[in-house]
């Protein structure tokens, strides 16, 4: 069965442009949470869905913003990209919000912001 | 403000020795306690976990040590093998209405040398 994956890979944009990632969880998760990981930083939580809707919401400005799709896989937008954007994006899936020892992890994307 | 704190970046052991991964909270609000690894390009994967209601929680080679009093918990890894180097990041959870958060601490990396 395939892990969680988020596409791109890597990405290199310059400030003031607009990214999209994307995320599909495990076969049968329903939530899907994002992460934000600066270098030498622990995971910082960002958005949570739960059945296409938002859960919770870490402590990030209105350029970040995510959505689920019916078929559960999501996509994190950050729109008027900072170089602080810079970090490895994590997504993360569950069957149901909360179950953290059973959340899964993609690999993630790295981002750089020029 | 660091709500979870590990406070050693990094730590090497040799193989076959006891590797010890300190973690300290602040926040008694926490009840549930994890620990993660990660590997170099890939997510981070669940190793273990405690309720705070428990001292200690085992799990093969690794044990996890709660101490509420002092807001410190503690992994062990025994015998440590090569393939225990990994970043070992210290997460707890607490209540957050209808939602559960997930605070992670920065990481410590642990070296095991053959």
């Known amino acids: 069965d395939a892990g969680v994956t988020q596409s791109p890979t890597h990405l290199i944009k310059t400030r003031g442009q607009q990214v999209t990632l994307r995320c599909s969880p495990i076969?049968?998760?329903?939530?899907v949470s994002w992460y934000q990981q600066v270098l030498g930083q622990g995971p910082q939580f960002i958005f949570q869905?739960?059945?296409?809707?938002?859960?919770g919401r870490g402590n990030f400005p209105d350029r970040f913003s995510a959505r689920q799709f019916p078929n559960y896989s999501s996509e994190l937008n950050v729109n008027a990209l900072l170089l602080g954007d810079s970090a490895l994006y994590l997504c993360?899936?569950?069957?149901?919000?909360?179950?953290?020892?059973?959340?899964?992890f993609g690999p993630g994307t790295r981002l750089t912001v020029l | 403000d660091q709500q979870v704190k590990q406070n050693s970046p990094s730590l090497s052991v040799q193989e076959g020795r006891i590797s010890i991964l300190n973690c300290d909270y602040t926040?008694?609000?926490?009840?549930?306690f994890l620990w993660y690894k990660k590997y170099p390009a890939e997510g981070p994967t669940f190793l273990i976990s405690?309720?705070?209601i428990k001292d200690k929680n085992e799990d093969g080679r690794f044990t996890v040590f709660l101490n509420k009093s002092a807001k410190h918990l503690s992994l062990h890894i025994v015998p440590s093998q090569p393939g225990d180097s990994a970043v070992y990041f210290c997460?707890?959870?607490?209540?957050?209405?209808?939602?559960?958060?997930?605070?992670w601490g920065l990481g410590t990396s642990l070296g095991v040398n053959p």
């Open positions: 993360a899936s569950s069957l149901v919000p909360g179950l953290y020892n059973e959340q899964f």
């Open positions: 926040n008694s609000m926490f009840d549930y």
């Open positions: 869905y739960y059945e296409k809707e938002e859960r």
């Open positions: 076969s049968g998760h329903k939530s």
């Open positions: 405690i309720s705070s």
């Open positions: 997460a707890a959870s607490l209540n957050a209405g209808n939602n559960r958060k997930l605070i």
